[in-house]
């Protein structure tokens, strides 16, 4: 492995059985993440976007081992963490790090800030009980929360505020990695550039590597090195920021792409217009899973899946129609 990659990831697949009739014995699967890789550097920030089922959370569960992976590798800081045991997980944990989509529902409503943002500390025993309160408050001033508040409880603060307390929970442990699973989509716009400028602050402050997962096209622009497109499970494309935000080559993100509001003094924007609905991951097509909805798909793309190739500059695509 490179020194310079924190994370890779080799062929993860995460496959969730259920059984088609209750009174049947047969088992079928819905194929959430079917075959992902990638890698991320040191200091680098990825974004990963797609549509809603298409797999980014279930990504990042699996990535943090919340959840088994079916088959596949994670390599983290060169270790395979998918192969060791949940006591030596537990250990490497604090080293990576989630948001969650809600601060709301992921803060303890019962529990005041003080022990929601130093819980990781008790956990991971990684200092002195009585370094905690000063550990916590420390944290708290640096995400824009003031030490006094930290007796309070999460209702007592504004969306804005509570995914605050969230980011603060997740640096007090100094992880390495750190995995936004929507961390802005539940607030308002104003809030989400507060949000959104902190994490890029912590980011370059602590060197830390970023996963950023989001339905926001502009977000993922505005933070990430890199960009993977995720599509039914797969990533379809993967380049850049720049290189893919100018030069989309698969016919999904350039659908993707066109959907971006922009304002009216920049002209009309020629969107492209999806037809169909997306498959069942239950049922995923054969071939390339996006050829149900593509005005290109020929014979071939219904019958044999495309590898994610690098076609240059550093920028990955998994369409048979890009040479």
């Keep these: 492995m490179n020194d310079g990659v924190i994370l890779e990831v080799r062929d993860i697949k995460k496959y969730f059985p259920y059984r088609t009739a209750w009174f049947a014995g047969t088992r079928s699967f819905v194929y959430a993440v079917d075959g992902v890789s990638f890698s991320l550097k040191r200091g680098e920030v990825l974004g990963i976007v797609g549509e809603s089922g298409c797999g980014k959370s279930t990504l990042a569960r699996v990535i943090l081992r919340l959840i088994e992976p079916t088959s596949g590798d994670i390599f983290f800081e060169g270790q395979n963490i998918s192969k060791i045991n949940k006591k030596n997980m537990v250990s490497l944990r604090k080293q990576m790090q989630l948001i969650f989509q809600d601060p709301y529902a992921s803060l303890n409503p019962k529990l005041p800030v003080r022990y929601l943002v130093g819980e990781g500390l008790l956990v991971h025993k990684l200092c002195d009980p009585k370094e905690i309160e000063e550990r916590v408050a420390a944290v ?66 602590f060197n830390l590597s970023f996963i950023i997962i989001s339905h926001n096209l502009n977000v993922v622009k505005h933070v990430s090195d890199q960009v993977a497109v995720m599509y039914l499970g797969r990533i379809i494309e993967k380049a850049p920021h720049q290189e893919l935000y100018l030069n989309p080559l698969h016919p999904y993100t350039q659908a993707l792409l066109s959907a971006i509001p922009t304002p009216r003094t920049k002209g009309v924007k020629n969107r492209i217009i999806l037809e169909g609905d997306v498959p069942s991951p239950m049922e995923p097509p054969p071939g390339c899973s996006f050829h149900t909805r593509c005005t290109l798909a020929g014979e071939k793309c219904s019958e044999i899946s495309p590898d994610l190739r690098d076609v240059g500059h550093d920028h990955f695509v998994a369409c048979h129609h890009v040479v």
């Design 140 to 205: 708290l001033e640096k995400v824009g929360i003031k030490p006094d508040q930290m007796n309070r409880f999460p209702h007592e603060f504004s969306g804005g505020q509570r995914q605050r307390i969230a980011v603060a929970r997740a640096l007090v442990l100094m992880p390495k990695l750190i995995i936004g699973d929507e961390p802005v989509s539940a607030l308002d716009v104003s809030i989400q550039a507060q949000i959104i400028n902190l994490l890029q602050s912590l980011q370059k402050e």
